[in-house]
Structure formats: structure tokens, C-alpha cells
């Protein structure tokens, strides 16, 4: 069985950074796309970014210009580095990773808390 693992998380002040990581306990071949998502207390889980095979990469707009995301196809790793962060963006972060035949990976979360 699969499993990713979230790192990175952390309590930051407002336009503040983190870098969050993420790695597959072993190789996940055929992979579409990789990507975060986010949970906030309330809401929805929501796309924040993904990166397909082709490298073309995909962002909410409200993290566009703020959040980078960057894949390591060689180690199945995936990263978001979010710059200037607001106290909105304060959320459960889940790693996602999705096959060609449409199966979903899914961490187990890693909490980023934005706050002065």
C-alpha cells in the first residue's frame, strides 16, 4: 500500500513562508497528476495546485502569484512553497496523487496555521 507523507506545516505570522513536502513510501508509476489540496474548518476540501505529467501546472486563484508547486518525478515527490501568506490560507494541507486509470493517493494532512 502507498503511502504519502506530508511535511512542512507550521504555525507562521501573516506574509510569512512555508514549504511544504511531500513523499511516496515507495514508486507510484502511471501518475497523471500530483497536487494539494487544502481543508479549511468549515469549508470544503479544495484544490490549492497540481501539476500533471506534462509539467503544466494548475492554481487556485487565490494563491496564484503566492504558491509554487514543483515535482521531483524521479523521487515521486511533490513540494509547495507559499510565500506571503495570509491568515486565510490557514488549513489542512493534503497531498494528492492521481494514476492514468484515475485512483487517488491521499496523505494524512499537515496543518498550516497563519496567525499573528
Known amino acids: 500500500q502507498v503511502q504519502l507523507v506530508e511535511s512542512g506545516g507550521g504555525l507562521v505570522q501573516p506574509g510569512g513562508s512555508l514549504r511544504l513536502s511531500c513523499a511516496a513510501s515507495?514508486?507510484?508509476?502511471?501518475?497523471?497528476?500530483m497536487g494539494w489540496y487544502r481543508q479549511a474548518p468549515g469549508k470544503q476540501r479544495e484544490l490549492v495546485a497540481c501539476?500533471?505529467?506534462?509539467?503544466?501546472?494548475n492554481y487556485t486563484d487565490s494563491v496564484k502569484g503566492r504558491f509554487t508547486i514543483s515535482r521531483d518525478n524521479a523521487k515521486n515527490t511533490v513540494n509547495l512553497q507559499m510565500n506571503s501568506l495570509k491568515p486565510e490560507d490557514t488549513a489542512v494541507y493534503y497531498c494528492?496523487?492521481?494514476?492514468?486509470?484515475?485512483?487517488?493517493?491521499w496523505g494524512k494532512g499537515t496543518l498550516v496555521t497563519v496567525s499573528p
Open positions: 494528492n496523487v492521481r494514476n492514468v486509470y484515475g485512483r487517488d493517493y
Open positions: 515507495r514508486i507510484i508509476f502511471s501518475i497523471n497528476a
Open positions: 501539476i500533471i505529467s506534462g509539467g503544466s501546472t
